[in-house]
Nanobody, 121 residues
Framework: QVQLVESGGGLVQAGGSLRVSCAAS????????MGWYRQAPGKQRELVAA???????NYVDSVKGRFTISRDNAKNTVYLQMNSLKPEDTAVYYC???????????????WGQGTQVTVSS
């Protein structure tokens, strides 16, 4: 099976920076799109940033210019560098990956357990 393990969350003051990481492990053929979602208390989970296997990226408008998503395909790891953090960025951040277990199977989506990011004002 595939496991996604996140790390790097924590508490930071407004204007500060954090980097969260997500490493995929297990037995699989390939990882296609990867992304970061977040869910604040009382709100729906939203896509923050996504990156294709080729490196194309997209971001939700509220983080453009502040967050950068990247990946290291050799390490099966995706990163989210978060700069100029605001209190409204406070949420649990979840890693997501679309994975082909074998060459003939369709992609399946996997989720990490989530990492808390708290931005104090």
């Amino acid at each position: 099976q595939v496991q996604l393990v996140e790390s790097g969350g924590g508490l930071v003051q407004a204007g500060g920076s954090l980097r969260v990481s997500c490493a995929a492990s297990g037995s699989f053929f390939s990882i296609n799109n990867m992304g970061w979602y977040r869910q604040a208390p009382g709100k729906q989970r939203e896509l923050v940033a996504a990156i294709t296997s080729g490196g194309s990226t997209n971001y939700v408008d509220s983080v453009k210019g502040r967050f950068t998503i990247s990946r290291d395909n050799a390490k099966n790891t995706v990163y989210l560098q978060m700069n100029s953090l605001k209190p409204e960025d406070t949420a649990v951040y979840y890693c997501n990956a679309w994975v082909k277990i074998t060459i003939i199977r369709k992609e399946s989506t996997y989720w990490g357990q989530g990492t808390q990011v708290t931005v104090s004002s």
